[in-house]
């Protein structure tokens, strides 16, 4: 049952009363509490405020867990988390997933998605080395891929600061906009003579062996897709995440409208011949999330192509299903699937 809001209190993100009954009841209980009276970023003129924590919003994850240790360090222009696990490595080394958080490419840092972090570093066993590429509009595309690159590159190359790694056990991840430079970093990260269309990344490309999976959580995988075409059944209905607030981000990320359709903006463009050398790729899809059709197609797509393409279908989620996996047993259990699948893929299990 919704609160009814107090007087001075204006409703400016109501749920749309189709969907209603189709949400995950956890969430409505979220949203009608709090998130219907935040003020849509959409409507604001960029003065970076989208930045601050929203006031009145209290956490929507869980605490992190104990890790071995936390530390930051320079990679070029950005900088980087890197959880290391309680204990010892095997003679192998330390496998790792290289975390890219969300944020529509203008939102967010290394203080985002900490409990997941730690949650997969403990869980699988792995390091788990968090990317602050540099955020739009200060840094327009291509420069977020182009540190997404590299900081692939650099996990890649075994460097002092990471002590003994795995490389032949490598995932690459993200959420939302995030996923959407994992996608991107993994395809680059596939052979050292991949042209790429747009971003000019900074690091050599040793790379000796293809990413060990892909793991993304509601990606933003086709720029060109609009309320028209693409997002068409959840456009008029789906909540937070909006097709305004979408375009919104965009067009602090773009500064060309044409960048859009170029795979290192929409890797759903990528040449056929390179996305089918994608590794295993684990996919979460929220239900009624804007970002529901063009991440199914992507599944589908690379299925076609032969990639072992896994998606995981959240009945009732939406945008927000990450971000509140503290308040939504369904996140929650989206975050287990997803350590169950580096588990599987690093042999941790």
Same mark, same amino acid.
């Given at each position: ?47 970076? *405020?989208?930045? *601050? ?16 240790? &936390? ?56 390091? !788990?080395? *968090? ?20 900081? !692939? ?22 959420? *939302? ?29 040793? &790379? ?5 999976? !892909? ?96 998606? !995981? ?37």
């Amino acid at each position: 049952m919704a609160e009814t809001p107090n007087d001075d209190r204006k409703i400016w993100q109501p749920l749309h009363p189709a969907i209603r009954d189709k949400l995950d009841p956890q969430y409505v209980e979220y949203h009608d509490k709090y998130l219907q009276y935040i003020v849509p970023d959409e409507i604001k003129d960029w003065d970076g *405020s989208v930045r *601050s924590p929203k006031g009145g919003l209290p956490p929507g994850g869980t605490q992190p867990v104990p890790v071995g240790s &936390i530390e930051d360090y320079d990679v070029g222009r950005f900088r980087v988390r890197v959880y290391t696990p309680t204990g010892e490595s095997d003679e192998r080394g330390w496998p790792a997933l290289v975390w890219f958080h969300g944020g529509g490419w203008a939102v967010g840092g290394l203080n985002n998605g900490r409990d997941l972090c730690s949650w997969a570093c403990e869980g699988a066993r792995c390091m !788990v080395i *968090s990317v602050d590429y540099g955020l739009a509009p200060e840094n327009p595309f291509p420069i977020a891929v182009e540190d997404a690159i590299d900081a !692939v590159r650099w996990v890649f190359s075994s460097p002092a600061e990471l002590g003994k790694i795995d490389t032949t056990r490598i995932s690459i991840g993200g959420t *939302s906009s995030g996923g959407n430079l994992a996608v991107i970093a993994a395809l680059a990260a596939l052979g050292p003579d991949v042209p790429l269309p747009s971003a000019k990344p900074s690091l050599p490309n040793t &790379i000796a062996h293809p990413p060990a999976s !892909v793991l993304l959580f509601i990606p933003v995988i086709d720029n060109t897709a609009t309320a028209e075409d693409v997002w068409k059944p959840s456009a008029e209905t789906a909540p937070w995440l909006t097709d305004k607030r979408l375009e919104w981000y965009r067009k602090l990320y773009f500064t060309r409208d044409e960048d859009r359709q170029k795979w290192d903006a929409s890797p759903n463009h990528a040449p056929e011949s390179l996305l089918q050398k994608l590794p295993k790729t684990w996919m979460a899809i929220s239900e009624l999330d804007l970002l529901a059709p063009e991440a199914l197609a992507f599944g589908e797509q690379l299925r076609r192509l032969g990639v072992d393409a896994e998606t !995981v279908f959240v009945k009732g989620g939406t945008h927000s299903i990450l971000s509140l996996h503290g308040r939504i047993d369904r996140g929650r259990k989206m975050i287990e699937d997803a350590v169950k699948h580096l588990q599987g893929v690093f042999g941790t299990s």
